[in-house]
Structure formats: structure tokens, C-alpha cells
Nanobody, 122 residues
Framework: QVQLVESGGGLAQAGGSLRLSCSAS?????????MNWYRQAPGKQRESVAS???????NYADDVKGRFTISRDNAKRTVYLQMNSLKPEDTAVYYC???????????????WGQGTQVTVSS
């Protein structure tokens, strides 16, 4: 029922920047708890990149700390990932997820986007 749509992926040069966005839509969304970014490189498992709580507390993977910034806009139901100083090792499919509270539903549910490709060339 809740749909997450990602955008902003593409090709960047090493040292360049990209900004990913992920917006949630659904008529019965009451609130969104944590918002998260994950990535999956070819031949590897999906790994956490960054997370942000409803209070604005953030967490980052060690290899992106200082280069990536996660933020959220609650009014737009959107999470962003600003990626600076990109490295070829950042090449992966990036996925967003959100813990969504729906109207008339007791428990929240984690929803996932479809993923967006990020490719960083040397």
C-alpha cells in the first residue's frame, strides 16, 4: 500500500557528488519512524549506509562517514542522501527503507524502495 520511489542515481566521476531522494506515498500514512539507506554492490550482500530517526539522530557506515549525509523532510515524507567525494567503491544499487505507521494499523511496517543505480567511475 505504501510506495517508496527513489531518484537521483546515475553516473558520477570519482570525487564527484550525487544526491539521492526517496519519497513515500500513501493515503493512510500517519507517521514515519526511521528512514534508512542501504546499498548492494555486485556479488555482495546488502549493507546499511545511513539511518536517521524521527528525532533526527543519524548513523553512518564507517566507510561513508564524513562523505555522505542523510536528512529528512517530514512534510514531504522524503529522505535524502547527499553523497560527496564519491569513490568507485561506492558503486552499488542504493535502496531506501522507511518504518511507516499507517492509520488504523497497530504496528509499523518497514517498506522498501525499488533501488537506484549509482555508478562511480575512476
Amino acid at each position: 500500500q505504501v510506495q517508496l520511489v527513489e531518484s537521483g542515481g546515475g553516473l558520477a566521476q570519482a570525487g564527484g557528488s550525487l544526491r539521492l531522494s526517496c519519497s513515500a506515498s500513501g493515503s493512510d500514512i500517519y507517521a514515519i519512524n526511521d528512514m534508512n539507506w542501504y546499498r548492494q554492490a555486485p556479488g555482495k550482500q546488502r549493507e546499511s549506509v545511513a539511518s536517521i530517526t524521527s528525532d533526527g539522530n543519524t548513523n553512518y557506515a564507517d566507510d561513508v562517514k564524513g562523505r555522505f549525509t542523510i536528512s529528512r523532510d517530514n512534510a514531504k515524507r522524503t529522505v535524502y542522501l547527499q553523497m560527496n567525494s564519491l569513490k568507485p567503491e561506492d558503486t552499488a544499487v542504493y535502496y531506501c527503507s522507511m518504518d511507516v505507521v499507517r492509520i488504523m494499523v497497530f504496528r509499523s511496517s518497514v517498506c522498501w524502495g525499488q533501488g537506484t543505480q549509482v555508478t562511480v567511475s575512476s
